[in-house]
């Protein structure tokens, strides 16, 4: 499907055309789709509290109503279960804290490869609470295997809680969700499945997973930021992080981001209704980028580009490669001169660049974790985009490397 507008315009000026930068970096933040810009400013305009009761108190409430029935949908839930929060991060910490509070987790069983929002808080939590706490690597391939999750669980003290990311954010490699989850509850456990990578990219149905907490983003799928939500598949007592008001199921107490809402859920019905089309179409511009930047690089020459990955079953739109001898922030530096925005597979914290935690699980050496970038496509991504990304890469590899 056609993109419906592009994050960047194309300026027009007297000597013509001059092409804007091009943004490949959904993975961090998707542009704000036109759907959700106008449920944003719809909500603007609500004059209300969705809690009060009068007249325009419901009106309010019909919209984070209808936003809640969007998500839910996107994700194959019932709208009731649908936790609105501040984002990805709030989810996981709430799902975290339910496990173990009120689902009585005595041990986390956790993917080394998922995201800070999931690996930090059960650290932190392990180490408060006095819990075991067992980090499982990925393979070669990116994928956990099911057999190290359930040799885990078969150690850790009952019930656990296990943590299986659906699909990884730096290599887009989609994780054995659902096979984990039958494992896990057959010793009694309880999952907990990021899916704000995947959510609005591949299908995303609770049910077929099995997960008990399922976590989501507005921002990685063309929503506002600042929204999010924990997806639950049975009835929880509340566990709030912050005490106060009975909103959202006593679980997130507060007024409502009511704007964020409703962005977040025109953004999941948009995402939703164009699946069938943008994820072959983002498969098949990503597939040419990972085509022109190999021919330009083969592994017979002197240097070679190695995409991390790569043969497992990935996000149509994600692209993770490294190049041998070049670090991924100087890339990232350089390609956005080029006009090229993407991002390192390094996280950069205070000034200190790490290698990726991501990568280094999947055994790749700590080298190789420094020199990996990722490309993220999305809805308004153009073949034009794609040639441009490849050409400004290539020339760097050339220049850099030769």
Not at 170 to 178: K, L, S, Y
Not at 258 to 273: C, K, P
Not at 276 to 305: H, V, W
Request: hydrophobic residues 50%; charged residues 15%.
């Amino acid at each position: 499907m056609a993109p419906q507008t592009a994050p960047v315009s194309t300026v027009e000026t007297m000597a013509g055309p001059i092409a804007g930068p091009v943004y490949l970096d959904y993975n961090a933040t998707a542009p704000l789709r036109p759907e959700a810009k106008a449920a944003v400013l719809e909500a603007l305009a609500a004059p209300a509290n969705p809690s009060s009761v009068h007249r325009f108190g419901r009106a309010a409430r019909a919209l984070a109503s209808r936003a809640r029935a969007q998500v839910a949908a996107l994700v194959g839930a019932e709208p009731k279960r649908v936790v609105f929060t501040s984002g990805g991060t709030e989810a996981n910490n709430l799902a975290l804290r339910l496990a173990i509070r009120q689902g009585g987790a005595k041990s986390l069983v956790v993917a080394a490869i998922e995201h800070d929002s999931v690996l930090r808080p059960a650290r932190l939590l392990a180490a408060e609470l006095g819990l075991p706490l067992r980090e499982v690597p990925a393979g070669s391939d990116g994928i956990v295997p099911p057999a190290a999750m359930a040799a885990a669980l078969d150690q850790a003290p009952r019930p656990a809680l296990v943590a299986l990311m659906l699909a990884n954010n730096e290599t887009g490699a989609i994780q054995p969700v659902a096979e984990v989850t039958r494992l896990a509850h057959a010793a009694g456990a309880l999952v907990l499945t990021d899916a704000v990578q995947a959510a609005g990219k591949i299908p995303v149905d609770l049910a077929a997973l099995g997960c008990d907490f399922l976590t989501l983003s507005a921002h990685k799928l063309g929503g506002p930021t600042g929204a999010g939500a924990l997806v639950l598949r049975d009835d929880w007592t509340p566990a709030p992080l912050i005490a106060g008001g009975g909103q959202e199921l006593g679980m997130r107490a507060g007024t409502e981001n009511l704007s964020g809402i409703a962005g977040f859920g025109a953004a999941a019905e948009a995402a939703r209704l164009a699946l069938p089309m943008e994820a072959p179409r983002l498969a098949t511009l990503r597939d040419r980028l990972q085509g022109l930047m190999l021919a330009a690089c083969p592994k017979a020459a002197i240097y070679g580009a190695v995409v991390h990955g790569g043969v497992a079953a990935r996000l149509p739109n994600t692209l993770c490669i490294g190049l041998p001898g070049l670090p991924a922030e100087t890339q990232v530096m350089a390609l956005d001169l080029a006009g090229v925005a993407v991002s390192a597979g390094s996280a950069c914290s205070s000034g200190k660049v790490t290698p990726s935690h991501v990568l280094t699980a999947m055994g790749l050496p700590e080298q190789a974790a420094r020199e990996a970038l990722r490309f993220s496509l999305g809805w308004a991504t153009t073949p034009e985009d794609i040639e441009r990304a490849a050409a400004a890469w290539i020339a760097l590899a050339d220049r850099k490397l030769k």
